[in-house]
């Protein structure tokens, strides 16, 4: 079978590949996903079935044509996967997981999505790597306010489990249940999820389910927000500070951040210490005997910064009257944020990027705080209120698929991923450069880039543009993908040429004289 028609296919958000008759929807939606994840975006959207796995891999194989070669040291995931489903095959949903840690693909539900039961399992999987040494592969998994993410036990729905206890015996379906449940633990540890899930979860009926839509949940389930300016999330910052020492006690007691409110024995003070090294600390007191915290606190010179603070809990100060840190936590706009101990970038609380949810009240809804940071989310991934309108392409173009701000179409063996938006989505584009890329030709104006050339990891042919009219911008990327990695045709190479000559964005065009 030709590529075009199993591409077709795959390609459609409104058409599941016919692998399964219940399986889920997997699609390409564009190739760049935001600013802080500049890669393709995968869409996953329905029941998990058997097959799933199989049809996420065709679709990573085809259309991800760039791998670890084109991660900066500094992390980054191969693309991004969107989820939205009720569930399904809890077996699918953990090899689902596993297949998205071993291809580092970051995960993300989105405002308005919900990802229940065995597509819960799946967004556990959210992955990315650095080259860095240390790291290698550290979770990437993201939360928008405005999302479900609901995990639950796994269990038999009573036709199912009387006819299973009839033909196996009371004896057995027990063994079974054991079994279920010591695998739904083994897999919850596997991805670094707090016990505090765990007891919650096990004693939960079939109808409920543990849902992540507080700060508190985040921090059980180690997920974060999409990362943006953790000014966009703090109004007082003492108070930001309080709540980050309640994650601190928390992983220092390996208890429930709630349950920590009642060591705090005094309103935030300043100047409360000196640390060793860092100087004048300000935060609350916890207690006052010797060799014990005595406090948590942040330094005086991270407060002023604009955002990459360091808090820790802090011994009471010795005969040099100085505070040692113990626990600590170090957020970062950009690198590397931290809370803890540990050398397993996945078995620790590690992120590229702010962890703001560790500023924000535990018990509140995310959704409900209506914070500044919204806004910033939507703005990372290039959104407005009334998108530009699509640019115009060539007109034998044949549209599998669209969304208001982008489209994928195709024309023999040439695929084109098109997305419009702010003026930050053709930085971001212009700003990715040559990395995990060859490029045989490269110009620039004042608005627009063309880059023409092939991916080092699968040697496919790409032309790669955007361009800008005001404060909007479109941003095209054409793939030739052949379907045994043939080099591409005189045919395919002229529809390259043709598709960037002929893009009209608002009437501004590249300069193809």
Known sequence: MRLLAFATALL????????????????????????????????????????????????????????????????????????????????????????LRANHIATVVERGSGCYSACAFAFLGGSAWSSQDGVGTYVDRMVEPGSVVGFHAPYSDEVSFTNALNERGAMAMQGQTRDLLALMVKELV?????PEVIFKMVGMGPEETYNLVTAEDLYLARVTLPPTPSSGWITDLPSAIREACLRLLAIDERAAPYDMQWRFVSDYTPAIGKAELAGPISGYKLGDRLLDIGSCSA??????????YEIALYFSPGLDGLNAASTSFFNRQ?????????????????????????????????????????????????????????????SDLIVDASTPSSRVSHLGDVFVFERVGTRQLYDSAFAQGALGRAYTNEVTSDTGFVREGAFVDTAATFVWFGILN???????????????????????????????????????????G
Not at 57 to 70: A, E, G, I, N, P
Not at 299 to 308: I, K, L, V, Y
Not at 346 to 373: E, M, Q, T, V, Y
Request: charged share 20%; proline share 7%; aromatic share 8%.
């Open 12 to 99: 459609s958000i409104f058409v599941a590949l016919p692998i399964n008759a219940s399986a889920a929807t997997i699609s390409i939606v564009s190739m760049q996903y935001s600013a802080a994840h500049p890669v393709p975006h995968l869409h996953y959207d329905g029941d998990t079935a058997d097959g799933d796995v199989a049809t996420l891999q065709s679709m990573y194989d085809t259309f991800v044509k760039c791998r670890l070669s084109c991660i900066e040291p500094d992390g980054g995931a191969t693309a991004v996967l969107t989820l939205n489903g009720p569930g399904g095959s809890y077996f699918e949903g953990l090899a689902l997981a596993d297949f």
């Open 190 to 194: 596997k991805w670094n999820v707090d």
């Open 299 to 308: 330094t005086d010179a991270s407060m002023a910064t604009d955002g990459d």
């Open 334 to 394: 950009h690198g590397w944020s931290t809370a803890g101990v540990g050398r397993d970038p996945l078995k620790r609380i590690f992120a590229k990027g702010p962890l703001n949810s560790f500023f924000l009240p535990l018990d509140a809804d995310i959704d409900g705080l209506d914070l500044p940071g919204e806004a910033d989310i939507d703005a990372n991934r290039f959104n407005t209120a009334l998108p530009p309108l699509l640019p115009t392409m060539p």
């Open 470 to 512: 005001g404060e909007s911008s479109a941003v095209v990327e054409a793939i030739v993908v052949k379907p045994n990695g043939e080099a591409p045709t005189d045919e395919d190479l002229a529809t390259l040429r043709r598709i960037q000559c002929e893009a009209d964005f608002q009437g501004s065009k590249l300069n193809c």
